[in-house]
């Protein structure tokens, strides 16, 4: 991932979400993206999916990141990835930001929340293993 707002780094999938660098937090990128119809589900409420790929998208960003940072190259492969929706995202930006909670040499954990109005309020959770595979 490059400076904010730099979507080429981006996956096609998460552009095609709309999902953008926000801000950087120290080392973190937060994501964002906008409601529109591409993410809406419901009327009115994002659609799991979307809200499911911008968790993604966050854990893949600082997992990069701090791949990056290290000097490390890999392959990034998911080993699996649980989400937890805790409440309807409405019709406004949503964020989200990951926390890499292990970081091996083969193989990464990490926890992932969307918010929209307050981040001590998320809307969705995820825990994700990926395998790091060399380049």
Known sequence: MAEAGHIDA???YARSLGILVDRWDGDIPVLRVEFDATVEGRPEHYHGGATGGLLET????????????????AVLKPINITVQYLSAGKSRTSYAKGRITKLGRRSANITVEAWQDDPARPIATAVMNVLMADA
Do not use: C, F, I, S
């Not at 966050?58 to 490390?72: P, T």
């Open 10 to 12: 981006l996956t096609p």
């Open 58 to 73: 966050a854990g893949y960003g600082v997992l990069r990141a701090e791949l990056d940072r290290l000097g490390r190259t």
